[in-house]
């Protein structure tokens, strides 16, 4: 299905459980009621999905590499299952201390998804639960959506007057049927 609608998540908070000790391998990573049928209803309505995440817990020493690419295929596999797709996955390894230039608020991941599906990011929803996904959709042209799950509900709690111009769900399947409605 050739598309040209272009969706970006955020991981941790928005497809799956969020934890202040971080999401370190396949058992802790667990999603979200609804988010896996959200995605893959989307796919299957022409959407491109990618997901954007910092993985900070890598620079970390929490977790490794081969332990996110787990996390990563199960989570893969699970849209398969229902019969979607993720088109890419990028992430940020890095501490925030290292000054990279893929960390959100950084606008590297989402370039980097834009440059790898050769799509424009101008007018994209970017879907996240921080105010770092916000303002990294921002930098770029893209819709800064805010889901209420994970962290959301405390960042549209201590942000409303950062917030204007951005829209606001419940939930990641919230999401799904705001533009699932439109097509």
Not at 28 to 48: H, M, Q, T, V, Y
Request: with cysteine.
């Amino acid at each position: 299905m050739v598309t040209d609608r272009l969706l970006i998540l955020d991981r941790d908070g928005v497809i799956n459980a969020d934890s202040d000790a971080y999401i370190k391998n396949t058992d802790e990573w667990e999603p979200l009621p609804g988010s896996i049928e959200a995605i893959a209803r989307l796919s299957n309505k022409g959407f491109l999905v990618a997901i954007a995440s910092n993985q900070s817990g890598l620079a970390r020493g929490l977790f490794t590499f081969s332990q996110l690419n787990a996390m990563h295929r199960k989570l893969r596999d699970l849209v398969s299952e229902q019969g979607g797709r993720i088109e890419v996955i990028a992430f940020c390894p890095h501490a925030p201390d290292e000054n990279c230039a893929c960390r959100k608020p950084r606008p590297g991941l989402l370039l980097e998804i834009g440059n790898r599906l050769n799509i424009s990011l101008i007018g994209a929803p970017f879907v996240g639960d921080s105010l770092s996904d916000l303002e990294s959709a921002r930098s770029v042209g893209m819709l800064p959506w805010l889901v209420q799950s994970g962290k959301g509900a405390k960042t549209l709690h201590a942000n409303r007057a950062r917030l204007k111009g951005v829209r606001i769900f419940e939930d990641l399947p919230a999401v799904a049927d705001h533009l699932l409605s439109s097509v």
